[in-house]
């Protein structure tokens, strides 16, 4: 805010005189056509004293640089003149006008600032020494007492070192007094010790004497034994003959009954029949034939990968469809043939591996539905027998299959010490060959293995006892039923194992007392040998149970047991 004060009565510095301009675009007298008297205002406005010191102007009026004409107008009124010119005047003294009680102020607060920068500055100056003198005092004080605490120091440490010389000296002294004392103990104990060497060597001597007499009699008694040991050589050397012997003419026996197998194969080959051995290898070669050729063809090729992965999703849904159904078993059976025999037919690779899906996938339903509820497995093996009946090949890569998840059971036969082809195990492979599953490095369960073997071989049994229009494949034939049971009862190892009691019962369970009124009395016989190895022994030897002594395999034998008498009260009354 601005305050109005008087203007000074000092009279004002003459300023020269300029030539008055117009202002604010307005003209001014002199660029109009009209030259009036001059004013009281024009003077004031015209005035040194009006002007800033810093406004340029000329020294006269010859110097200024005359203007070009400019063309004439219409003169004012005199109203309209009085009328501008106050509106100039104004204008002027409102943009010049300084305010002196506002540069007063300015040059007081220049005033206060320095006036307080010279004190601070002053003040300043004197904390500072004050400082330095503290400083300095308090540095001759600490030297002071560093000085003082050096002195004791030393005082104390001389006292420290006049003590220790003392202790010192009595501690020589005091050594040598036991040292003196010491030597003597140690020549006293030197003496007794003599005596008592004397005495052991004497008592050494003795023992010798003694030893020698004992060496002599226990070489006596060595000479006695060592007969004896010859003897009982001897005896031992006639008995290992007597088993090389034996063991020959077990190898010899073994050779005739391998030499009339040889002699024998033409015939079993004319009936359909093999070997136990031989039926592992066959499916074992045809599976390994499946993965190196079809398999590894499609899953090569990606065009084809993706009709075979199309393919396995029609299957499964189909095979988790089935019901215990006859329309719907034919359904299914039909809608399967339809996808793995189209109109189009397929190329050989995408074929078999269809093939191989539809086993594994008939299979993986055995392993968890028949688990569940085992009549679920009669509709599985009716679509299973008539697809075996009706797709050419499906026989040879289910059985392979089957025996790839389910270890030697379908045959039945042990893995052997080698693969089919004669190279060693590596255990993992051996593990899958025997039907174990593992996750990550871990083989499952017993009793996960028992269920799920024995699930399957349920639907392998169905299949054997399924009604088919046509004769299928030797592997899936009704007589094969007996050829499994015979083949079991010959193999020890294989009956002392909780999973062939598991098997067996569902082989019983499913086909049992039909087998009775087909193989008759045969049949009884074969189940009097199953029955006293459940109850008595394998062979009549007590201890030697089918099943073992595992949990799974004891409640598996009392299955066999009963399942047994079932079977045979069912055929008396009949």
């Not at 540069?103 to 004197?126: G, M, N, P, Y």
């Not at 090729?301 to 849904?317: D, V």
């Not at 087998?515 to 009395?521: E, L, P, Q, R």
Request: with cysteine.
């Amino acid at each position: 805010m601005r305050y109005g004060l008087p203007r000074s009565t000092s009279p004002s510095p003459e300023r020269r005189s300029r030539r008055r301009t117009s202002t604010f675009g307005l003209p001014s007298d002199s660029e109009s056509d009209f030259e009036g008297p001059p004013t009281d205002s024009d003077s004031e406005l015209s005035s040194p004293s009006s002007l800033s010191s810093d406004s340029f102007c000329y020294e006269s009026e010859s110097q200024v640089p005359s203007l070009p004409p400019r063309p004439k107008r219409e003169p004012r009124s005199p109203a309209e003149q009085r009328h501008v010119e106050d509106t100039v005047a104004a204008i002027r003294l409102r943009t010049r006008y300084h305010d002196p009680y506002e540069e007063w102020e300015k040059q007081t607060r220049k005033d206060a600032f320095h006036t307080a920068r010279r004190a601070q500055v002053q003040t300043r100056l004197e904390t500072q020494g004050r400082r330095t003198q503290r400083n300095t005092q308090e540095l001759q004080s600490l030297a002071a007492i560093h000085a003082q605490q050096l002195a004791e120091v030393q005082k104390q440490l001389a006292a420290l070192q006049v003590r220790q010389q003392a202790d010192v000296n009595k501690l020589i002294s005091s050594w040598q007094e036991q040292d003196k004392t010491f030597r003597g103990r140690i020549e006293g104990v030197i003496r007794v010790e003599d005596e008592k060497l004397r005495a052991k060597l004497e008592a050494e001597r003795k023992v010798r004497e003694e030893a020698e007499r004992k060496r002599k009699e226990e070489e006596e008694k060595r000479k006695v034994e060592e007969e004896v040991k010859r003897k009982e050589e001897e005896q031992a050397q006639r008995q290992r003959e007597a088993e090389a012997a034996a063991k020959h003419q077990e190898e010899e026996k073994e050779r005739l009954r391998r030499e009339k197998l040889d002699a024998e194969e033409q015939g079993r080959a004319q009936l359909g029949m093999s070997l136990a051995e031989e039926d592992w290898v066959h499916a074992r070669e045809t599976l390994k034939n499946l993965k190196a050729g079809p398999m590894k063809t499609v899953k090569g090729n990606k065009p084809l990968k993706s009709q075979w992965s199309a393919i396995r999703r029609q299957i499964t849904p189909k095979i988790g469809q089935l019901t215990h159904d006859i329309d719907s078993v034919m359904r299914i059976t039909q809608q399967l043939i339809d996808i793995i025999c189209p109109s189009e037919r397929l190329s050989p690779d995408i074929y078999f591996a269809a093939l191989s899906s539809l086993a594994k996938a008939i299979l993986l339903q055995a392993e968890t539905e028949v688990t569940a509820e085992k009549r679920s497995a009669i509709p599985l093996a009716m679509v299973a027998a008539r697809l075996l009946g009706t797709l050419e090949g499906f026989p040879d890569i289910f059985f392979a299959k089957l025996v790839q998840r389910s270890g030697g059971w379908p045959v039945p036969s042990a893995i052997p010490s080698t693969d089919s082809d004669g190279t060693a195990w590596v255990e993992l492979e051996r593990t899958k060959a025997m039907g174990y599953r593992t996750n990550d490095g871990q083989r499952e369960t017993l009793s996960d293995h028992v269920m799920r073997v024995s699930g399957m071989m349920r639907v392998y049994f169905l299949i054997l006892a399924a009604p088919v229009p046509q004769p299928l494949e030797k592997m899936f034939q009704l007589p094969r039923f007996w050829t499994y049971f015979a083949r079991m009862i010959g193999d020890e190892r294989l009956l002392e194992t909780a999973v062939a009691a598991q098997v067996l019962h569902a082989a019983l369970d499913v086909g049992g007392t039909e087998a009775k009124f087909i193989w008759g009395n045969q049949w009884v016989k074969m189940m009097e040998l199953l029955y006293e190895g459940a109850t008595t022994g394998i062979g009549g030897v007590a201890g030697k149970l089918v099943g073992g002594q595992t949990p799974e395999g004891k409640a598996a034998r009392v299955r066999v047991q009963l399942q047994i008498e079932r079977i045979m009260d069912a055929t008396s009354l009949r």
